[in-house]
């Protein structure tokens, strides 16, 4: 369980983070999205200890970060890709992580081999990929078998396949009951991934709500229907009191009407249909719907402003 | 390619019970030492440049004895001679000092081991415990080494000395105290100003620059402010025979002692306060 309270970040006039308050629950993915310098790393900074609130604070189990027993056996984060002497070997380098909070050697071998780097582990680290460099982050992150977890964009500089491990990886975690936050901009990635989405925008808290919800709430949805006599199915739903668009390839984009009572007014209507298919607006497009809303809202950003959260 | 379910079969950790302990945090910060290879070379450099020197001014010293006056004769300390290779050895474990720190920095280590060990002052005292340590036995060896190199090189007519006569341990062993200290100060001096480059321009303007500067001065300017450079401490602490204008040996190693609880003591406070 991680919580932040009225959590506030200042860097001179710049606020990075913004009276932001939410908890993140075990047992599920908990994505962290946010534009590009929206204060995703600067939160998570601060829930791990290393910068210091403004106002309000950050808790761990109940507890300050500052006030765990062995913090690597509670909280283990992947804050950025190879922060790691690159003169030093994987092994030393979690060895010594590992001996700060009387966690034996066993643990850096096994973890080692978790994340694939059994081979490499008494190589320099200076030597590795950056994927390389992230798995042995992950390694850390893990070392201390912590129940809450953190990643800040763990997916950074992975393969497909990289990718892949790590999706499985972070839903095996917290399938395990564990608490895991997890910060992307790459929101395809975070659809596959989250089960829970805290959204922020400019240091502010934007939405704290599961995935579906999140995407439900965007107002483009519709259900695409394709039919060999399309025109007679257009008029029937128009009449219906749904709204047709026709796509460019012959398919009936429909909103205002759900699938099951187009499905039915179809068959009432004898039409055949070919396709039917609810669609919801992707994640990327909810996100840049709602953080547009907030960035609007707001009314002190010069129109072009807004982060693009893609990049 | 590992598959992805595994955390619960691996090996787990005992159950947490009590709290992060100074012994851990220490062997921690000697595993990060000692698995660096830097560590090692800047230890070999500091060795070379300080035997190796000592060594070679001795031996300039015997070839050209026979043209040197009776003033220089009389106030010849073959000790002292010995261990001219300190002034530049100083900046190898100055050097080795920043790294302790700037080297965390650099790579981003630094947020792994606050992670780790929320303590800062536990961080920061466990660092230079375990730097001090290993700093102040490498120095002591390499300074005794240089002794007995160069005292074996300085043969007749030229006077050497030996262990017991007055004085001489006491420069030699100083030598050593001076080098340890000398990089814990700059450890401290590394943890303030957290980079690399701007750390070590810092630690060679104090050693090297601030005695420049001061020759501008007039001549009893100079002269009562040189006592308070580390270099006249150095050329102090590793002299037999003392000249007028500075301090005794033990009053000037007090005088550095002080200068570097001075500057760990600021690290300390900002090392706590500031973001890492």
Not at chain 1, 3 to 8: D, S
Not at chain 1, 115 to 137: H, I, N, P, Y
Not at chain 2, 233 to 249: C, H, L, Y
Request: with cysteine; hydrophobic share 50%; net charge positive.
């Amino acid at each position: 369980m991680i919580q932040a309270e009225a959590l506030t970040k200042r860097y001179g006039d710049t606020l990075a983070v913004d009276d932001l308050s939410f908890e993140v629950r075990p047992g599920r993915v908990t994505g962290f999205l946010g534009p590009n310098g929206s204060g995703k790393s600067t939160t998570m900074r601060m829930i791990m200890g290393l910068d210091h609130p403004t106002a309000g604070r950050t808790m761990v189990n109940g507890r300050r970060y500052g006030d765990l027993g062995y913090p690597l056996r509670e909280v283990g984060a992947l804050l950025e890709a190879k922060a790691v002497h690159p003169g030093r070997s994987a092994y030393n380098h979690l060895w010594c992580l590992a001996q700060t909070n009387g966690i034996p050697r066993t643990r850096v071998d096994a973890v080692l081999q978790l994340v694939g780097l059994e081979d490499v582990a008494r190589k320099r680290a200076g030597t590795f990929s950056l994927g390389m460099g992230q798995r042995l982050g992950m390694a850390a992150a893990l070392l201390g078998d912590p129940g809450v977890l953190l990643f800040d964009e763990p997916v950074n500089g992975l393969d497909p396949e990289g990718i892949r491990w790590v999706r499985n990886l972070l839903r095996g975690l917290a399938a395990e009951g564990r608490t895991v936050f997890v910060s992307s901009h790459l929101m395809s990635e975070m659809a596959l991934t989250a089960d829970h989405l805290v959204v922020i925008g400019r240091g502010r808290l934007i939405a704290d709500m599961p995935m579906a919800e999140f995407v439900a709430q965007s107002s483009r949805q519709f259900v695409r229907v394709r039919a060999p006599a399309s025109t007679d199915l257009a008029g029937l739903l128009q009449r219906a009191g749904a709204t047709v668009v026709p796509e460019a390839d012959g398919a009936l984009a429909v909103s205002g009407m759900a699938a099951p009572a187009i499905g039915e007014a179809a068959a009432a209507a004898g039409l055949v249909l070919h396709e039917l298919s609810p669609q919801s607006a992707s994640l990327e497009e909810a996100f840049m719907e709602l953080t547009a809303d907030s960035v609007e809202y707001r009314g002190d950003v010069p129109a072009g402003a807004v982060p693009d959260p893609t990049r | 390619m590992p598959t992805a379910t595994a955390p619960a079969t691996v090996p787990t950790v005992p159950p947490a019970t009590g709290r992060l302990s100074p012994a851990g945090v220490l062997r921690s910060e000697w595993t990060k030492l000692r698995s660096v290879r830097s560590t090692v070379w800047s230890l070999l450099a500091l060795a070379v440049i300080t035997v190796g020197m000592g060594a070679l001014i001795c031996a300039a010293t015997v070839s050209r004895w026979s043209s040197s006056g009776p003033l220089e004769r009389l106030h010849f300390d073959p000790t002292g001679r010995s261990l001219r290779g300190i002034f530049l050895a100083q900046l190898a474990i100055g050097v080795l000092g920043i790294l302790a720190v700037t080297s965390e920095y650099g790579t981003g280590m630094i947020r792994a081991t606050l992670a780790a060990v929320p303590n800062r002052p536990l961080v920061l005292a466990a660092k230079a415990a375990v730097f001090g340590a290993v700093a102040l036995v490498v120095s002591e060896v390499v300074t005794f080494a240089a002794f007995l190199v160069g005292q074996s090189l300085l043969t007749s007519p030229v006077p050497h000395a030996t262990l017991g006569q007055p004085g001489v341990l006491r420069a030699v062993a100083g030598g050593g105290l001076y080098l340890a200290v000398l990089g814990l100060l700059a450890l401290g001096l590394g943890s303030i100003i957290r980079h690399t480059a701007g750390a070590i321009s810092t630690f060679v303007a104090i050693l090297l620059i601030l005695p420049l500067l001061l020759q501008a001065f007039p001549a009893s300017v100079q002269t009562a402010l040189s006592k308070f450079l580390p270099l006249t401490i150095a050329g102090s602490m590793i002299s037999v025979q003392q000249t007028a204008d500075t301090f005794s040996p033990w009053a000037g190693f007090g005088l550095l002692c002080a200068y570097t609880a001075a500057i760990l003591a600021v690290a300390g406070v900002l090392f706590v306060r500031r973001d890492a």
